[in-house]
């Protein structure tokens, strides 16, 4: 099914929404931005956070309220795949320090244009293990 240039701008608009309030959440949390929509040719990340000295990739994953539906059940395995992806790429531009790293996942709901729901998730995959630091030989 082809969404028509009004249903995709609304779902844009809904994600930058999410995505703005997650960012405040994680403030709120006591976590550092570090970058917001980070893009590579592997893919994207909506947020990376500073928690502490944990690195956290942030999926942010926003939605019209529906009955049964949570908006991270809408992350496929090809999205989970391209998320580690372009946090290896964003390890490797900043020089891959030697950090602890998780992701994280923030669902947004939305009902009748009011944020209702903002729930995160802890380590919603696998962490990623820090690369063996170069001056050990």
């Known amino acids: 099914m082809q969404l028509s240039f009004r249903a995709k701008d ?3 608009k809904l994600g930058q929404r999410g995505e703005n309030a997650a960012a405040k959440l994680l403030v709120a949390d ?6 917001r929509n980070y893009r590579c040719h592997v893919g994207e ?3 990376v ?5 944990e690195l956290v990739f942030v999926e942010v994953k926003s939605l019209r309220k529906k ?9 496929s395995m090809h ?10 790429v964003y390890l490797k531009v900043i020089g891959n320090p030697p950090l602890k790293c998780r ?11 009011f944020l209702i729901s903002l729930r995160r998730t802890e380590d919603y995959l696998p962490p990623l293990v820090p690369a063996p630091s170069s ?3």
């Open 10 to 12: 609304h779902t844009r």
């Open 103 to 113: 992701f994280d996942l923030v669902e947004a709901v939305y009902s009748r244009g």
């Open 45 to 47: 990340l909506d947020i």
């Open 135 to 137: 001056s050990m030989r």
């Open 67 to 75: 009955n049964g539906f949570t908006p991270g059940g809408n992350l």
């Open 79 to 88: 999205q989970r795949r391209r998320n580690r992806n372009a946090a290896k």
């Open 30 to 35: 006591g976590m550092t931005i570090l970058a």
């Open 49 to 53: 956070a500073l928690d502490g000295l």
